[in-house]
């Protein structure tokens, strides 16, 4: 794009700096490192299967320097859909840029607007203070829930990542 | 032996600088110049013939009828091209126009009450005929012989940019919506005819409107796949029409970039497995943006940049030729988005 950072939905081009941002994010995260073959069909399947989410990516100078997915979840209470926010990413040369906020100042705005959006979820790492810090100056609140799962996929074992 | 020396110098340097000033031609000595784009030209396309002005009157219409223009002074003012860079086209003749339209069509044109219905300006039906034909059908044709133009650079060069055209509405027997020439079918009919590489064609369709014009002329036509996604709330909604839409993809009003360009993804991944042209029409119109009262959708200046790099993107990829068209959207900062996309089109492609 054109202007100095843009905020925009990724498209096809976009997957090969999706899955270099989405295993770099896993290893520093979570010291974990992605399978390529895996992870590159799980960003294809979600840039080509609308109904399951989303990315978007920051553009600076015609390369992409962060990204953020979102994934779709029911509620049945509130006769709406919840954006998931997940695997953000920003590039360690544009942090501290204020690109998580742009990102989520666009997510917002794009939620509201939709009438068949009904609110915006996210989970953290329980020990990670910097983004939960962000998180509540950017108006959310810590949810009275905490989270449960069964990983089919993913489990404790290194090698199957 | 020496005067054949200097004559044959003589017509090597003649033949440099008949290439140099080529410019402009006309339709006719399209199919016949060599265009030696090592001249600084680049297939950008513009005349200043293009832009509308009727004594003040144009200021009625919804419609910014001096588009072309300011996208052709933003390209200059923001140093992406040089004024002698574009390429000038000529009008084509009515006997080129009888390629697609028949002569009672043409003939029709001639009472400024038929021109005022299709230009949608009803007050122009109170002019004599031969202003018209000056302030409306004249710049249209200008415009016209640009999307022929464009077909024959594009081959040559890989792409091509006519600053005006996409007159979508408009097919051989009829117009409508601002569209009096059939551009499109025109252009795709003459390479055809002039060009034994050109045989299968795909127009991609994005203008907000359904492009019922080249539709209506490529209906069960098996060469020409088409794909056109538009705002299914609005003009023209032509059932008849809708039958030559090889992909279909109807989308609905108050459309954001999100999923517009998720669907434009998915739909162009499709119309690729399903045909392989051997050049693209790209009918680019900009009345998806958002806030323009006859598109209804909602895609940001962004997303329009998004989507003509997309569409260039799937054909250099394949190495298939693009025309770019501009079509419709009117709003008066439409030349800006316009120009800022072709810019980035520049950027990310090295284009010129």
Known sequence: MDDAVVIRPAAAADIPVIVAFSKAMALETEGKTLADERITRGVTDLIHKPELGFYIVAEADTRVVAQLMITYEWSDWRDGVFWWIQSVYVAPAHRRRGLYKRMYAYIQDKARRDPSVCGIRLYVDKNNSTAKKTYETLGMALAHYDLYEVDFVLSSKPDNY | ?352
């Open chain 2, 1 to 352: 032996m020496k005067k054949k020396r200097i004559l044959l110098m003589v017509l090597i340097l003649a033949g440099v600088f008949a290439g140099c000033v080529y410019w402009p031609v006309t339709v006719k000595e399209m199919n016949f110049k060599s265009y030696a784009m090592d001249t600084g030209k680049v297939p950008v396309i513009y005349s200043d013939e293009y832009n509308i002005s009727f004594y003040g009157l144009e200021a009625l219409h919804p419609f910014d009828s001096k588009k072309y223009g300011k996208v052709h002074d933003y390209l200059i003012e923001r140093n992406l091209l040089t004024a002698d860079q574009f390429i000038e086209p000529g009008a084509p003749s009515r006997e080129d126009l009888l390629i697609v339209h028949p002569e009672s069509y043409l003939n029709a044109l001639e009472q400024s009450s038929v021109v005022a219905e299709l230009a949608e300006m009803g007050i122009l039906s109170y002019f004599p005929s031969n202003l018209t034909k000056r302030k409306i059908l004249k710049p249209m044709l200008y415009a016209t012989g640009g999307t022929i133009l464009a077909g024959q650079l594009a081959v040559r060069k890989g792409w091509a940019i006519n600053l005006g055209g996409g007159y979508h509405h408009a097919s051989a027997h009829q117009g409508g919506g601002f569209c009096i020439y059939a551009d499109i079918t025109l252009s795709i009919r003459y390479l055809m005819k002039h060009n034994p590489l050109i045989s299968k064609v795909m127009i991609i369709d994005l203008d907000a409107h359904q492009g019922n014009g080249h539709e209506r002329d490529f209906l069960n036509n098996d060469s020409v796949f088409i794909v056109d996604v538009y705002n299914k709330d609005i003009y023209p909604g032509d059932l008849e029409a809708k039958k030559a839409i090889d992909l279909k993809v109807e989308v609905p009003s108050g459309i954001d970039d999100i999923k517009y360009i998720q669907l434009l993804e998915f739909h162009l991944n499709e119309a690729f497995e399903l045909f392989d042209p051997d050049i693209i029409y790209y009918n680019a119109g900009t009345d998806i943006l958002e806030g323009d009262p006859l598109g209804r959708m909602k895609l940001s200046k962004i997303g329009i940049l998004m989507r003509d790099e997309m569409v260039f993107r799937y054909a250099f990829e394949r190495q298939i030729p693009i025309v770019m068209l501009l079509s419709g959207g009117y709003q008066k900062t439409n030349y800006e988005v316009i120009g800022n996309s072709i810019a980035n089109l520049k950027k990310k492609f090295n284009l010129f």
